[in-house]
């Protein structure tokens, strides 16, 4: 993906403020060992999310790591999704449905950083040394870019802004029906969920 400083300087501080984030929440609540393998993986996920505007964020993560993580990631999310209680109460994701629904969610959200890894590992300029910020849709557009329509990538960005602003809604919806019932936890999950899934929904704008 290519972004304009702006853009990137926007999806830095809003993953920087989700891993900051989830680091204080993994460790005031000191849960089980799912839940705190949940957290670390939110982390990793900003960090990823940061640095991936960035010409150095090719190097400090790889397309191909970025496949690997958080396809694996996807599959522990669909493990707890399947496993229910046996694999701890996930409090802070509510009961029954609700909890379902979001762990659901992760399982979206990780999914989609393996296709951004995808998409980067596609991309002609990732790993190439070439600045990924400042690239602008005024510029010629590279010899690939018919590729990357045949194959469905601008679709596929298209559809996950779309979901991603839709759960965005329906997580605002949560941070104050939290607030409402003086769920501090919950409310505070929620508020850095909404964080990263605004984050993923810019991040999924097609700019090439």
Do not use: N
């Amino acid at each position: 993906m290519s972004y304009s400083t702006p853009e990137a300087v926007v999806l830095t501080v809003l993953f920087a403020c989700t891993a900051v984030g989830y680091a204080v929440f993994g460790i005031r609540q000191r849960t089980d060992a799912p839940a705190g393998i949940s957290d670390v993986l939110h982390v990793v996920m900003s960090l990823a999310m940061l640095s991936m505007p960035w010409s150095w964020g090719a190097k400090v993560s790889s397309p191909t790591l970025q496949i690997i993580v958080f396809g694996l990631a996807a599959l522990y999310f669909v493990v707890l999704l399947a496993g229910g209680d046996r694999f701890g109460g996930h409090a802070h994701h509510g009961t029954g449905l609700e909890r379902q629904m979001m762990l659901g969610y992760h399982v979206v959200m990780m999914a989609a950083m393996v296709v951004m890894g995808l998409i980067m590992r596609d991309m002609p300029h990732t790993g190439s040394g070439m600045d990924m910020v400042g690239m602008t849709s005024d510029k010629p557009m590279p010899s690939t870019m018919t590729m990357h329509l045949a194959t469905g990538w601008t679709v596929t960005s298209w559809v996950l802004v779309v979901v991603f602003a839709i759960a965005t809604c329906a997580l605002i919806v949560r941070w104050l029906r939290s607030a409402e019932r003086h769920l501090r936890t919950t409310q505070f999950e929620s508020g850095l969920l909404i964080l990263m899934s605004v984050g993923m929904a810019l991040a999924f704008v097609p700019t090439w």
